[in-house]
């Protein structure tokens, strides 16, 4: 092989290749009340996000409004089995919550660092990255575009393999089945998926 790159599949297939998602658009979470279970991104400008996390309904205590921030896989748990679970209590201005953007993404080249240059302000859009394009899966947010339909929280439950009709593909899971494997061992069911409906989120 030579260390040549591989040439992309769908490059010359835009008839049949779906249109990619809508991307991740962080909004300030402050003054929002409508945050219950919703995907959250939290930090500090000019120092860093953190994200995989659920918030719960704001607490307002004294002058200053909170959100309980939650990681998802403790989310997950608790709404499957009704338990209570530890939400450390994040100020609203240092939450955003992810919403879907309009329209299709248009992510910029991977060769062009100048235009992935963000602003350290507030956590970054997030542009949908063909899996193909992905060095590593397994674990990963995915979205399976089908007929126009995005198909949100699953993960990649494998790398890329060939099937047995020999398509590219790679098995997803529902998120909270891939959650439920870490607290009580059994396996998620999965769907074999081709490469080319599957972004990373």
Do not use: N
């Not at 939650?70 to 209570?84: F, G, L, S, T």
């Amino acid at each position: 092989m030579g260390g040549e790159p591989v040439p992309d599949p769908f490059a010359d297939q835009p008839d049949w290749a779906p249109r990619p998602p809508r991307p991740i658009v962080p909004t300030p979470a402050a003054g929002r009340s409508d945050l219950r279970g919703r995907r959250v991104v939290v930090g500090l400008p000019g120092l860093g996000w953190r994200t995989d996390l659920r918030a719960d309904e704001t607490v307002v205590q004294g002058s200053r409004t909170y959100v309980p921030v939650i990681v998802e896989q403790d989310w997950y748990r608790a709404e499957a089995e009704q338990i209570e679970v530890f939400a450390p209590l994040v100020p609203a201005e240092r939450v955003w919550m992810e919403t879907i953007g309009p329209g299709i993404s248009d992510r910029p080249s991977r060769s062009d660092v100048i235009s992935r240059l963000v602003s350290l302000d507030a956590p970054p859009l997030r542009h949908p990255v063909p899996v193909v394009d992905a060095d590593a899966l397994v674990g990963r947010r995915v979205v399976q575009v089908s007929d126009g339909t995005e198909r949100r929280d699953l993960r990649a439950v494998t790398e890329m393999h060939t099937s047995t009709d020999g398509d590219i593909c790679v098995r997803v899971a529902a998120e909270v089945d891939w959650y439920r494997w870490a607290w009580t061992g059994q396996p998620p069911k999965t769907l074999e998926v081709p490469v080319h409906l599957l972004w990373i989120e």
